[in-house]
Structure formats: structure tokens, C-alpha cells
């Protein structure tokens, strides 16, 4: 996953997000990659999405939050809560990152 170019994990985290929004996520395996995803995206010096109206730039953390924002605002496959929970523990996250996750889970 390391040699990755940056538009294939910028890819992966959508996908992601799209999995967790439509709740085909088979058996939850995919998530196992989330914290090195999160954590190879957050290293970025600048992370540039390609939107319909032109290239969008963050910085690699304000990627990796707007990233967590968007799986924090869907609603998680009942059967992936615990496997989404286990897999974010892993992933180094910032108090607000950790607040919103949490929120989430108790919510």
C-alpha cells in the first residue's frame, strides 16, 4: 500500500465511504486497511481530489479528517459497528477526530 499513488488511496478512501453509505460492505474486511489508509493519506504533504469543477487541495490531516467526517455522518451497517469501531481504535486520531467517532458509535 506504500508504493500507492496518491489518486489510487485518495480512491480507496472514497470507496470506503461508499461502502459504509450503502451498507455492501461484505464481510467487513475492507476496513482492516482503514488506519494505514488514514495514516499514509494523513502523511501527505497536500492531497488533491478531482471534483466535476476542478481540483480540489487539502493538506494530508485535513484529508484524513474530512475523510473521518464523512464515515461519522453515515449510517454504519448494523452487522460493521464493532469491526468499524476495532479498526478506528487502531488508527491515530486527534481529540475532535476521536469525539466525533465516538459520538457516532454511542449514538
Not at 504533504?45 to 474530512?66: A, D, I, L
Amino acid at each position: 500500500m506504500d508504493g500507492l499513488p496518491e489518486m489510487a488511496l485518495v480512491e480507496s478512501a472514497y470507496i470506503l465511504v461508499e461502502c459504509i453509505k450503502t451498507g455492501e460492505c461484505g464481510n467487513g474486511t475492507v476496513f482492516d486497511f482503514l488506519p494505514k489508509l488514514l495514516a499514509l493519506l494523513a502523511s501527505s504533504e497536500t492531497v488533491t481530489v478531482m471534483r466535476s469543477n476542478g481540483p480540489e487541495t487539502y493538506s494530508g490531516p485535513e484529508f484524513k479528517t474530512h475523510i473521518l467526517n464523512k464515515i461519522a455522518t453515515h449510517r454504519w451497517p448494523q452487522r460493521q459497528v464493532v469491526r468499524l469501531a476495532t479498526v478506528l481504535r487502531e488508527a491515530e486520531l486527534t481529540v475532535p477526530q476521536t469525539r466525533a467517532i465516538l459520538l457516532k458509535i454511542f449514538s
